[in-house]
């Protein structure tokens, strides 16, 4: 499968502890996104990569939010001290180029955070 | 004003109805406009792109007016398997991220 693949797919966890989701995108894909989602809303933005450069963030994403894609392949997303709030699916994307046009974003299967 | 708004669903339909949906955004530097379907519990996936002309993919119309800054998405003949939720999405402007909207569900009934 060359498709964005997401890791862990669902993670239970207590509240105040730290959570971290990995995302593969497709090979070659220079941009990499975040996104999270909650019931009956649509996708929110997070942050996006083009290559190991993070370009934007959202104010979404507080200090406690942390995103990496070190050498510009996998990035990290980190959730530290979770609150119940933060209980969503956080989804993963990638394109090559900047999505626009004739460019498509894929995203991954999500992975689901339930903060307890 | 959000900026991506959808109409609130549901709509519930039967086979064979014509459904349209719309979408209002609100920066009018944004470039491109997709509209994306999504599954229960599932990811988002592109239905279509939509262009300035209209575009058209089998039962599948999307328009997009830069004027009113609207877009539409027309499903002819509806089947089961439209059952889903439709998302717009806008990308934002200068920036390279995709806006969603909400989505508005489909529920297409035999």
């Known amino acids: 499968d060359t498709g964005v693949s997401q890791d862990p797919r669902h993670k239970i966890t207590k509240r105040g502890q730290n959570v971290t989701f990995r995302c593969d995108p497709i090979?070659?894909?220079?941009?990499l996104y975040w996104y999270r989602q909650t019931l009956g809303q649509g996708p929110e933005f997070l942050t996006y990569f083009q290559n190991e450069a993070q370009l934007e963030k959202s104010r979404l994403l507080s200090d406690r939010f942390s995103a990496e894609r070190p050498k510009g392949s996998f990035s990290t997303l980190e959730i530290q001290r979770t609150e119940q709030g933060d209980s969503a699916m956080y989804l993963c994307?990638?394109?090559?180029?900047?999505?626009?046009?004739?460019?498509?974003?894929?995203f991954g299967e999500g992975s689901w955070l339930t903060v307890v | 004003r959000k900026e991506v708004e959808q109409d609130p669903g549901p709509f519930n339909v039967p086979e064979g109805a014509t459904v349209a949906f719309n979408c209002t955004y609100s920066n009018s530097a944004s470039q491109s406009f997709f509209w994306y379907r999504q599954d229960c519990r599932k990811e988002p996936k592109l239905l279509m792109s939509v262009y300035s002309s209209g575009n058209e993919d089998g039962r599948f119309t999307a328009q997009l007016n830069r004027a009113s800054q609207y877009i539409s998405l027309l499903i002819r003949d509806s089947k089961l398997s439209d059952s889903a939720t439709y998302l717009c999405v806008v990308n934002g402007g200068s920036q390279g991220n995709l806006i969603f909207g909400k989505g508005t569900k489909l529920s297409v009934k035999p």
């Open positions: 994307a990638s394109s090559l180029g900047d999505g626009g046009g004739g460019s498509t974003i894929y």
């Open positions: 090979s070659e894909h220079n941009r």
